[in-house]
Structures are given as C-alpha cells and as structure tokens.
C-alpha cells in the first residue's frame, strides 16, 4: 500500500485531521492534529495492522525560522507493522502555552516509558497515562533537559547522599 | 608448614607496620563498580594475558562489605551518585578507591546535565588511571601503584 493511500485513508475517515503528508524516501511522514493524535492512531492500530509502536520521541524547534510559540514542540510516533512490512511516522504540533497530548498506553504498552521519557526530556504531559513521573533523571531535578532553553553548562545539585537508602515506606 | 619450614630456626625482626601493610597490599580485594565501557577494559585486565592475579587482587567480591578496593569503572551520573555513594560506607576500613578511566575520574566527554564530572566530589580516590578506556598496563601500573601506597600507610595516624 502507497503511503499517499493510507493518507487518503485517514483524511476520509478523519477529515480535517491531517496537516499535510510526505513522503522522503523510505521515511512516510503524516502531520495530524493534535486533538486526533488517539483516534488515528487507534485507527492505525485496528483497521491497517500497525501492531508495534516502535518509538515515541519529541523535537524542540525553538528559534526555527518557520516555527513560532504554537508550533515550537513536535511529539513524533514512530509505527511499525509487521503484517505489511510497513513503516509510518506519525507527527504532531503542540504548542507551549498547551503541552499536553493525550496518551497512547491504552493502545500500546510500550508507549508508557516512551512517553515518560518525553515528560522528563520536554516536560510535555501525556492526559491519561498512569504513572507520569520522570524516567531517567532524579526526581528533585528541575526543568527538563533536552529542551533548547536549558542552559548547555547548568549544573544542579545532586540529591542528598544522605537519603539515600531510607525505605520509601519509612518516609 | 609455613615459613619454619623454609628459615628453619632462623628469624626475621622487622616492623608490624610493614609487614601488615605488605599482608594487605598483596590480598586486595575489590569490588567492581562497572557502569559504562570501560568494563570491557577491566574483564581484559582481570583474563589470562593480563591476569591480575600476579599482583594478589584477582578475586573480586560482588558484595562491598567483603572488599577493600573499590574500582569505579565506567561513567557516573547524577542519579547514580547517591548509590556510588552508599556502596563506599559499606565498605570496611581500611578500604581504597581506584577511579577507573576517564568518565570515573574527570566525567570524560561528558559534559553535560546527568554525568557527575569526577568521582572525587562524592568519594575520596587513591588513584586515577586516565585513558578512555585505559589500556589493562596502564591498570596494572595504578594497581602498582596503589600497593605502593598501601605500603607507605601509618597504621597509627
Ligand atoms: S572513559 Fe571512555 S571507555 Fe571509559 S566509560 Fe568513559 S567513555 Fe567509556
């Protein structure tokens, strides 16, 4: 199946949703709004067989000259099917007055740590995952890293050493 | 058995400083502190053509309680700090610490908002083997070293 069909696909199923469709080389890219993010992918999921979520990761175009506020952050769903063969990235826009998507996990488990790792790195929240807390920084760490605000050289202090050991029970 | 055998009546005088401190610099050991690359570095060190037990360290413990030195091998980040840390207290004294590579000893490359730049800011360090990894001479050489060390130590301080 040729990617600008999936495309047509989707726009007739969901209209209005998609933002604009590429293809570069092997790489089928489809921008969809932000509020469809769950319905197409659901979509995906169950009628084209796009069985495994391979990667969920996020880009931060902060002072792009072709982006603004509304369209700084860009969440990146990368889905894969194995009953095709077939690979598909999903993008979406979000904007930084609005950081929230809605999660993905009641579709694909693996979606959790992705999307954990996307909070902590852009600090963009996912509505409905269960457990969003920060994945690979500590949790008195403040701001969130990857973004291109953060200063390249700041350093924060470290987590007490003292506390380290303590029974979370005995807290 | 045991030396008798060897000096027969004869005897040696000597001081309880030196031989104490020889006893322990030829009975190190250590516990593996392995996070990043480097490890591949100190299995090399440890294996046959190296082989490390020439200099009586060959048998590491996986429990710090039963080491003395402590290899920081690889790259610490802030997250990791606290545990680094708490592995050290564990240990008995007297206890060393060899910073293994340069992620351990200086954050390396690293330089960045998770890597902890030198494990000196969290423990004391004997030695610092610099080298990304370190070849297993020059490890041997800070093993060398240390002995040293060990050797030159008070037991009253
Ligand atoms: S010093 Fe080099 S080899 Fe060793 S842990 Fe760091 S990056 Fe890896």
Redesign the interface.
Same mark, same amino acid.
């Given at each position: 199946m040729k990617i600008m069909e999936l495309a047509g696909i989707i726009k007739e199923k969901f209209e209005k949703s998609i933002l604009s469709s590429s293809v570069f080389y092997d790489n089928e890219t489809i921008v969809i709004r932000k509020e469809d993010v769950f319905d197409v992918i659901k979509f995906l999921k169950d009628e084209q067989s796009f069985d495994f979520l391979m990667d969920v990761t996020a880009v931060d175009y902060k002072g792009y000259p072709d982006r603004n506020d509304e369209t700084r952050f860009e969440i990146v769903y990368n889905l894969f099917s194995y009953k095709n063969n077939k690979r598909l990235i999903i993008k979406t826009l979000v904007d930084e007055k609005d950081l929230t998507v809605n999660s993905i996990t009641s579709l694909y488990h693996s979606a959790d740590w992705h999307e954990r790792e996307v909070y902590d790195m852009f600090g963009i929240k996912f509505i409905n995952h269960p457990n969003l807390k920060r994945i =690979?920084? *500590?949790d008195e760490?403040v701001g969130h890293?990857l973004r291109k605000d *953060?200063p390249? /050289? /700041? @350093?924060?202090p @470290?987590?007490? =050493?003292r506390?380290?050991?303590k029974n979370e029970e005995e807290e | 058995m045991g030396l008798e055998t060897i000096f027969g009546k004869s005897w040696a005088t000597s001081k309880m400083e030196y031989v104490i401190n020889w006893a322990r610099k030829f009975s190190f050991f250590d516990y593996p502190f392995v996070t990043a690359c480097c490890g591949m570095e100190f299995m090399s060190t440890f294996a046959s053509t190296y082989d490390i037990a020439r200099f009586g360290a060959e048998f590491p413990r996986f429990s710090p309680r039963q080491a003395d030195v402590l290899f920081v091998v690889g790259t610490v980040n802030q997250k990791l700090a606290p545990v680094l840390r708490m592995t050290y207290e564990q240990m008995v004294e007297p206890k060393w610490v060899l910073s293994f590579g340069a992620c351990a000893t200086s954050g390396g490359f690293y330089d960045n908002y998770a890597v902890v730049d030198g494990i000196d800011k969290i423990i004391p360090v004997d030695v610092y083997i610099p080298g990304c990894p370190p070849r297993p001479k020059a490890v041997l050489d800070a093993l060398i070293k240390l002995q040293e060390h060990v050797q030159r130590e008070k037991l009253i301080k």
């Open positions: =690979l920084m *500590y760490f890293p *953060y390249f /050289k /700041k @350093r924060q @470290r987590i007490n =050493l506390d380290v050991g | -």
